[in-house]
């Protein structure tokens, strides 16, 4: 199948700084990902959809400015986490859709101190 | 809107078990339902779908059958393998859009020797 990738798969910051993640489909184009974010022991919630040439459509109470999102490229697409604070600390889990089935990214672990 | 609960893990077996792990759905309609699975350090692999009442769909000896009377999709294996430990999460799509999927809390398969 299909193969998407995730970097880095963990990441340790400072509160107050930014992270960038990315999200890539290597042996296909998606003009369309999904970003998730998963708690422990909880579900994984779709945050946001990113487009390719075009804004991101972002889901009921996620914040835009706080999760920035780029899809520069028909192979990638970024999630930065601006002014990160502890409450962000998550799994952050990517996917992207190829002949009608999700492929979704290792997931990258988030600890902000 | 549409939902999944899924019976709380850790699910402890010995080597050639049966494995039950329930999943009940609420959802307009009769969307398609999915098994989705995450080996130790991997992304999400689809394991199998349904995508109509009735359908039994299988996979690697898995198997699950759509049943609208009781909105299960109840997931099963006659005999586990170590190699089936892994975090399994039912899924479905959420209203709208195919590509957007709404996923239990997962349920984490530990089986031993």
């Known amino acids: 199948g299909a193969v998407v990738s995730q970097h880095p798969s963990r990441v340790i910051c400072k509160s107050g700084t930014s992270v960038k993640i990315e999200c890539r489909s290597l042996?296909?184009?998606?003009?369309?990902m999904f970003w998730y974010r998963q708690f422990p022991k909880k579900s994984l919630m779709l945050m946001a959809t990113?487009?390719?040439?075009?804004?991101?459509?972002?889901e009921q109470g996620v914040e835009k400015d706080k999760f920035l999102i780029n899809h520069a490229s028909l192979t990638l697409s970024t999630l930065t986490v601006t002014s990160a604070h502890p409450e962000d600390s998550s799994f952050y889990i990517c996917?992207?859709?190829?002949?009608?089935?999700?492929?979704f990214g290792p997931g990258t672990r988030l600890t902000v101190l | 809107g549409n939902s999944v609960t899924q019976m709380e893990g850790p699910v402890t077996l010995s080597e050639e078990a049966f494995l039950t792990i329930n999943c009940t759905y609420t959802?307009?309609?009769?969307?398609?339902l999915f098994w989705y699975v995450q080996y130790p350090g991997e992304g999400l692999q689809l394991l199998l779908k349904?995508?109509?009442?009735?359908d039994k769909g299988s996979n690697k000896g898995f198997e699950a059958t759509y049943r609208k009377e009781t909105t299960s999709f109840h997931l099963e294996k006659g005999s586990v393998q170590v190699s089936d430990s892994a975090v399994y999460f039912c899924?479905?799509?959420?209203?709208?859009?195919?590509?957007?999927?709404?996923f239990g809390a997962g349920t984490r398969l530990a089986v031993h020797p």
């Open positions: 996917s992207a859709p190829d002949h009608n089935e999700q492929f």
């Open positions: 042996d296909f184009q998606a003009t369309t």
């Open positions: 990113s487009n390719e040439g075009s804004k991101a459509t972002y």
């Open positions: 959802a307009t309609g009769y969307p398609s």
């Open positions: 349904a995508t109509k009442a009735d």
């Open positions: 899924a479905l799509p959420a209203p709208g859009g195919y590509n957007k999927l709404i």
